[in-house]
């Protein structure tokens, strides 16, 4: 049962944030181009697509799956704007603007996620039932 991806807001917004990532990252440092440049790539661009491969799997178990993935890789692109930022490499501005659509993405994303968990009783055990 496949979904269409670009129908989920979630996916909208990491694959903005993976363009305006793209466009930041061609101003960084030539010497970084297989350091943080590729890194940073990576991790945002890694958000959309597993969400993409999600949204393809059978199942919802298999979907939130992908979801705590694309969780995971918006966390590491959180970490590598905040090192972009103190090695100079993003202006204050410019930061903040990346750092505003990731926690926006990440609002969405987490929003998803409990979504479909509700639907399988996937990932629930913090509720104390059995």
Do not use: C
Not at 12 to 31: G, I, N
Not at 90 to 99: F, Q, V
């Amino acid at each position: 049962m496949a979904r269409d991806f670009r129908k989920i807001k979630a996916w909208q917004l990491a694959e903005d944030l993976t363009v305006m990532v793209y466009s930041a990252t061609k101003r960084f440092p030539r010497e970084e181009i297989y350091g943080i440049t590729s890194q940073l790539r990576r991790a945002a661009s890694s958000v959309p697509a597993n969400i993409v491969e999600g949204a393809n799997r059978a199942t919802k178990k298999d979907y939130v799956h992908f979801l705590n993935l694309s969780w995971a890789s918006l966390a590491e692109a959180q970490y590598f704007l905040h090192l972009s930022k103190r090695l100079g490499y993003l202006a204050g501005n410019e930061y903040e603007k990346l750092e505003n659509l990731r926690r926006e993405t990440a609002s969405t994303l987490y929003g998803l996620v409990k979504a479909v968990e509700s639907q399988t009783n996937v990932g629930g055990g913090d509720t104390g039932s059995s």
